[in-house]
């Protein structure tokens, strides 16, 4: 007896939090219509900043472009990847010199340049240094921008 009282209980309970449920339902008929959003303002500044970020590593990466260097070393030992390098910037202190580690090799790779004709040039007085040859390559190089777009003064 007392379990079916029990359970009489909760039926009569189930029954009208189900009469109540609907019946907010149908008093609130733009529930099911329509949806409302609300935003925080901070969010607002995160895409902003992320806007900015995506523009300066955009602009970064317009700063190089297809060109030549010159290769200069290849070689397993790293001593004398060292050591051509301070000879280049010994003799050649104009030149930037990259030093890549790629195993087992170094490799070093010297200038920036836009022609081919530019490059000849300068292999040209770097094999009285290195007398095992220097090569002209296609790389992609650090281009130096004329002027910052954004800088009001024309002569930065």
Known sequence: MKY????????FIFLCAGLNAQD???????DSNSVVVHKDQRLDLLIKKQIEINEETSRNARRSAKGFRLMVL????????????TKVYTYFPELKAYLNYQSPYFKLKVGNFKERK????????LDTYFPKGVF????????KLDRDPESPDPTL
């Open 4 to 11: 079916s009282k029990s359970v009489l209980i909760l039926f």
């Open 24 to 30: 907010s339902l149908q008093r609130n008929p733009l």
């Open 74 to 85: 290849n070689t397993d030992k790293r001593e004398d990847a060292i050591a051509a390098k």
């Open 118 to 125: 530019d490059a000849e040039a300068y292999q040209k007085r």
């Open 136 to 143: 002209v390559i296609n790389d992609i190089i650090e281009v």
